[in-house]
Every structure is written in structure tokens, then in C-alpha cells.
């Protein structure tokens, strides 16, 4: 079946730091990769996305790139901000055959940057 | 756009008696779906509705569960006899096609004492 592992937390920066959160995935065929933020005390959000190998997804700094060779999806920004603080969830969604629509999500990484 | 909303955000209840829970999709999107999350997990995948049908019920959901979305607008999970088992947040989603992307609402955290 398909899984999401992604790096456990809590993760801990200080502002401006380089951020990377790891997520390896088991899909069968080549599914749509996805990373959802969860603020505090809010909903998941989307991130950002990639739908084919090679893809660059990005958003307000962050990206990810889809390796198919390495089945990774691993999120990174240059410079955190304490804004960034929050939940981060790798998922991913097969586009094919039935349920290609159900996401499939890591266990989340809590990240905290300090001033 | 006013995303999708769910009612109540919050709910404390004793085992053994029935909850409801409601969310309003966007309302142009004909895609619903009901994740839950347990504290340290990632959202699991419930059910899906493609307008009024349901299409996909996980094998999370057990018979005490039920989901429902009369009209293809807004939908309705119902947890009967809960369960201290069932304390966690329950989140949907909608999405105008299947393949599109998913958002989510603020979820309904649910507390069975």
C-alpha cells in the first residue's frame, strides 16, 4: 500500500536558518506529492505541490523537488522565519487506478524557529 | 470563497451517547472527503463523496459511523455510541475534481470521556 515517512520532530531553528524536513514515500505508480502546513489552531493548508518526477513545487520560500530515483520529496527553505513555526505534512496521492483521490499523509514534523 | 467550515469546532461528550458533526465545503466543489487525526499522526483518510454519493468508506470507519451529504452540498458524520477510542479531530476537505487539490477545514475536535 502506500505509506509517507517523513523526518520525526520536533525540529528546532533559529531565525534565518536552513530548513529541511525529509519525505521518502511507497506509492504504487507514480502519484502527486504534496507538502500541508498546519498553523497553530488552524487548518491544514496547502504548501505546495508536484504531480511529475522532476517537478519543483514552491511557496513563500519553501520547495521541494519530486525524485522519483530516490522516491523523496524533501522540504527546504533558506532562511526561516518564526512565522514558519507550525506543523508540516508530507502526503501524497496515486493518479491511477481506484482511490486516486484519498491522500495519504506522513506523521508530521513540528517546527519552532526562535528569534 | 469563504473555504470550507465545520461545526462545532469543538466537542466533549460521555461514551455512549451519539455526535454529529457538520462541514460546509466550498461551494462550488463537488468533491467532499472526512480524514481523522489522532494526536501525533497525520490525517487517515474516512470517506469520499462525488456530490450526494458516497464512493469510499475506509475501513477505519466502523459500523458506529456513519456520513452522509443529502443534497451534494454540505455533509453530516455521525458517530454512534462513541468511544474513548474516538477522541481525536475530525477533518474534511473538499475539491472541485477529484484530482484537484484538496482543502481542508479547520476540523472538529472531538473528546469522548
Known amino acids: 500500500g502506500n505509506s509517507v515517512t517523513q523526518m520525526e520532530g520536533p525540529v528546532t531553528l533559529s531565525e534565518e536558518a536552513f530548513l529541511t524536513i525529509n519525505c521518502t514515500y511507497t506509492?504504487?505508480?507514480?502519484?502527486?506529492l504534496f507538502w500541508y502546513v498546519q498553523y497553530p489552531g488552524e487548518g491544514l493548508q496547502l504548501l505546495l505541490k508536484?504531480?511529475?518526477?522532476?517537478d519543483k513545487g514552491s511557496n513563500k520560500g519553501f520547495e521541494a523537488t519530486y525524485r522519483k530515483e530516490t522516491t523523496s520529496f524533501h522540504l527546504e527553505k533558506g532562511s526561516v522565519q518564526v512565522s514558519d513555526s507550525a506543523v508540516y505534512f508530507c502526503?501524497?496521492?496515486?493518479?491511477?487506478?481506484?482511490?486516486?483521490?484519498?491522500?495519504?499523509f506522513g506523521k508530521g514534523t513540528l517546527l519552532t524557529v526562535n528569534p | 470563497d469563504t473555504g470550507v467550515s465545520q461545526d462545532p469546532r469543538h466537542k466533549i461528550t460521555k461514551r455512549g451517547q451519539n455526535v454529529t458533526f457538520r462541514c460546509d465545503p466550498i461551494?462550488?466543489?463537488?468533491?467532499l472527503y472526512w480524514y481523522r487525526q489522532t494526536l501525533g499522526q497525520g490525517p487517515e483518510f474516512l470517506t469520499y463523496?462525488?456530490?450526494?454519493?458516497?464512493?469510499?468508506k475506509s475501513r477505519l470507519l466502523s459500523d458506529r459511523f456513519s456520513a452522509e451529504r443529502p443534497k451534494g452540498s454540505f455533509s453530516t458524520l455521525e458517530i454512534q455510541r462513541t468511544e474513548q477510542g474516538d477522541s481525536a479531530m475530525y477533518l474534511c476537505?473538499?475539491?472541485?475534481?477529484?484530482?484537484?487539490?484538496?482543502?481542508f477545514g479547520p476540523g472538529t475536535r472531538l473528546l469522548v470521556l
Open positions: 508536484a504531480t511529475k518526477a522532476d
Open positions: 461551494s462550488e466543489h463537488n468533491r
Open positions: 506509492a504504487t505508480g507514480y502519484p502527486s
Open positions: 476537505a473538499s475539491s472541485f475534481g477529484q484530482q484537484e487539490t484538496q482543502y
Open positions: 463523496f462525488q456530490n450526494e454519493a458516497q464512493l469510499e
Open positions: 502526503a501524497l496521492r496515486t493518479n491511477s487506478g481506484g482511490s486516486n483521490y484519498k491522500l495519504t
